[in-house]
């Protein structure tokens, strides 16, 4: 298992381009969110899915959309980016499908994103 | 207002010697309790985790100790290694399984 995979590792961005994160997982998860990560403010929940076909917003979600059309893949779009989205994004994802639900969240390798 | 305290910012520690890191949080409602571990680089990884119906859990050389009156918990990290240098982050979640994560706490373990 690949577990979680996140693309690309890094990335540059202008100031209004827009662009998406992948994210990807192997382990039939129903859990999958998205989280950012800036020095001295830990991780913050952008958006979340907890199935294919449903998602919801977590503590951040302005300038950032989702959606899940599978239960492998949670893309992270940036509508148009801005300096403020700098940051290192995680992906995690958690729970087997059709199993006993489970709070242990197994994070992607993060992608770090610069705007200038 | 931040729903989980968590302190030290950062800690350094001899080799040898016991990591303490604390967390507080203010919701009688969560009912789970981890700690994950970050290295530089990577993403977070679950380390050991509670529920409120235990005040201790030991995982070899990690134990986390759970004071639910006190709506506090901590994570000990006996006989400390270089190799356990680290971002340690504790966090919370309620029946959602929505994580609400503490700042971080940087362990550096000298030689």
């Known amino acids: 298992n690949a577990g979680v995979t996140q693309t690309p590792k890094f990335q540059v961005l202008k100031t209004g381009q827009s662009m998406t994160l992948q994210c990807a997982q192997d382990?039939?998860?129903?859990?999958m969110s998205w989280y950012r990560q800036d020095p001295g403010m830990g991780l913050r929940l952008i958006h979340y899915?907890?199935?294919?076909?449903?998602?919801d917003q977590g503590e951040v979600p302005n300038g950032y959309n989702v959606s899940r059309s599978t239960t492998e893949d949670f893309p992270l779009r940036l509508l148009s980016a801005a300096p403020s989205q700098t940051s290192v994004y995680f992906c995690?994802?958690?729970?087997?499908?059709?199993?006993?639900?489970?709070?242990?969240?197994?994070f992607g390798p993060g992608t770090r994103l610069t705007v200038t | 207002q931040q729903q989980v305290k968590q302190s030290p910012q950062s800690l350094i520690v001899q080799k040898g010697g016991i990591s303490i890191i604390n967390c507080a949080y203010e919701?009688?409602?969560?009912?789970?309790f981890p700690w994950y571990q970050q290295f530089p680089g990577k993403g977070p990884a679950l380390l050991i985790a509670?529920?409120?119906d235990v005040s201790e859990k030991k995982e070899g050389r990690f134990t986390i100790s759970f004071n639910k009156s006190a709506k506090q918990f901590s994570l000990h990290i006996m006989d400390s290694q270089p190799g356990d240098s680290a971002t340690y982050f504790c966090?919370?979640?309620?029946?959602?399984?929505?994580?609400?994560w503490g700042l971080g706490t940087s362990l550096a373990v000298n030689p």
């Open positions: 995690a994802s958690s729970s087997p499908r059709g199993g006993t639900p489970s709070y242990e969240q197994y």
């Open positions: 382990m039939n998860h129903e859990y």
């Open positions: 899915s907890v199935g294919a076909g449903i998602t």
């Open positions: 919701n009688t409602a969560f009912d789970y």
């Open positions: 509670i529920r409120p």
């Open positions: 966090a919370v979640a309620g029946n959602n399984r929505k994580l609400i």
